[in-house]
Each structure stands twice: as structure tokens, then as C-alpha cells.
């Protein structure tokens, strides 16, 4: 189908790496969103673009996480210097950007850092 | 206090009940009121969408908001077993804006 798609599915990595995490939103949507969702919880806002620009990145917890769209399309989202509590699923959504308030989500990333 | 709250459950209910979920919410900007469907490790679905107070129905599931109150809730008539799921009540203040979700409530629909 042409749906979200995030890779990779799972990621483990050590305290103190880098990991980049890979979204490719629905064809033709120009706003797309990443959350974070911890075990029991529900997800929780990170950043939100509508283009090629973060239009709100109110949500990222501190400046160890970037995330970029350089084309407007496929999104990443990086993390540096993991730290445990990092660990998380990672969801990509994206939207048409317009009038439909509809967020497609991916089936997220599951990030483990040991 | 959260922004938006949601009894976690587990809430498990016989086949063919009728399933009542409930959010409450503190942020009276809030203008948009969605339920997303969540099956295990999978992404969220959206399975109802409403703008300000009122009723909406969708087949067996029915959306109220109270804004007045700052509730919303979720109704599901003849509960099935593939209704097992965590739902997970959202809301925002634009249309186009974040989205906040409430901590979801586990669903299992015995047979």
C-alpha cells in the first residue's frame, strides 16, 4: 500500500551513539509530525513540518534531537548522544496539510538503548 | 495536572456490550476532538474526528464533546473481539496543529 513507512523497524544501540531514524510520509502530504510514545502512554508531540520547514518543534526535549525534511517529502530524525531514557517508539504521521486534519501514522520505530 | 486525562483500564467487556471511553481535558482551546484506534505495534488509526461540542456517529461507534464540561467520550455499540485495541482519545487546537493524546485505555472484547 502507499501508506507511512519508517525504517528501520527496530533499532538497538549503546548510551552515547547516534541514530538516525528514517520517515517516508503518503505521496502528495506536505505536513508530516513525529511523536514519541513510551510504553503505556499515549504519543507524545515532537516536531511538525508543513513543507520543507519545522513549523513547531516545541516538543523536542532538549537540543541532543534534530530533525529535518530538506525536500519536503521523506523526513529524519536524529538523535544524538542516546541516552536510556531515549529509549521509545518513534512515530512518523503526515497529513494533507490541507483543510483534512487526518495524521496517517507509520508503524513507528522501536529504539532501544542499552 | 496532564493536559488530557484517560483511565488506562484494562477495561474487558462480553461480545455484543456496549463500551463507554471517557477523556477529560484542561486546555479549553481545544477545538478539534479525535479517538485513534491503536492495535499492539502498530500506529495509531484514526477512527473519529470531531470539531467542537456535539454528537457524531459512525456506524457502531458514536463521538460526544462536552465542552462546557471538557469531556469527551467514545461509545461502542456491539463490541466485537477485533474492537480489541488501545484507544486513544486526541485533541488540538487547529486543524492542522499538534496533536495532544491522553495515555489511551486497553480494551479486550471476550468472546
Known amino acids: 500500500g502507499a501508506g507511512v513507512s519508517q525504517t528501520p523497524s527496530n533499532k538497538v544501540t549503546e548510551k552515547g551513539k547516534y541514530v538516525e531514524l528514517r520517515c517516508d510520509p503518503i505521496s502528495g502530504h506536505t505536513a508530516l509530525y513525529w511523536y514519541r510514545q513510551s510504553l503505556g502512554q499515549g504519543p507524545e508531540f515532537l516536531i511538525y513540518f508543513q513543507g520543507t520547514g519545522a513549523a513547531d518543534d516545541s516538543g523536542l526535549p532538549n537540543d541532543r534531537f534534530f530533525a529535518v525534511r530538506p525536500e519536503g517529502s521523506v523526513s529524519t530524525l536524529k538523535i544524538q548522544r542516546t541516552e536510556r531514557g531515549d529509549s521509545a517508539v518513534y512515530l512518523c504521521?503526515?497529513?494533507?496539510?490541507?483543510?483534512?486534519?487526518?495524521?496517517?501514522f507509520g508503524p513507528g520505530t522501536r529504539l532501544t538503548v542499552l | 495536572q496532564k493536559e488530557v486525562e484517560q483511565d488506562p483500564g484494562p477495561l474487558s467487556v462480553p461480545e455484543g456490550a456496549i463500551v463507554s471511553l471517557n477523556c477529560t481535558y484542561s486546555?479549553?482551546?481545544?477545538?478539534?476532538f479525535m479517538w485513534y484506534r491503536q492495535y499492539s505495534r502498530k500506529g495509531p488509526e484514526l477512527l473519529m474526528y470531531?470539531?467542537?461540542?456535539g454528537n457524531k456517529e459512525d456506524g457502531r461507534f458514536t463521538a460526544q464533546v462536552d465542552k462546557s464540561s471538557k469531556y469527551i467520550s467514545l461509545f461502542i455499540r456491539d463490541s466485537q473481539p477485533s474492537d480489541s485495541a488501545t484507544y486513544l482519545c486526541a485533541m488540538s487546537i487547529t486543524s492542522y496543529d499538534k496533536v495532544i493524546f491522553g495515555p489511551g485505555t486497553s480494551l479486550s472484547v471476550i468472546p
Open positions: 470531531t470539531y467542537s461540542s
Open positions: 486546555n479549553s482551546a481545544f477545538q478539534y
Open positions: 504521521a503526515s497529513s494533507s496539510g490541507t483543510g483534512s486534519h487526518e495524521q496517517f
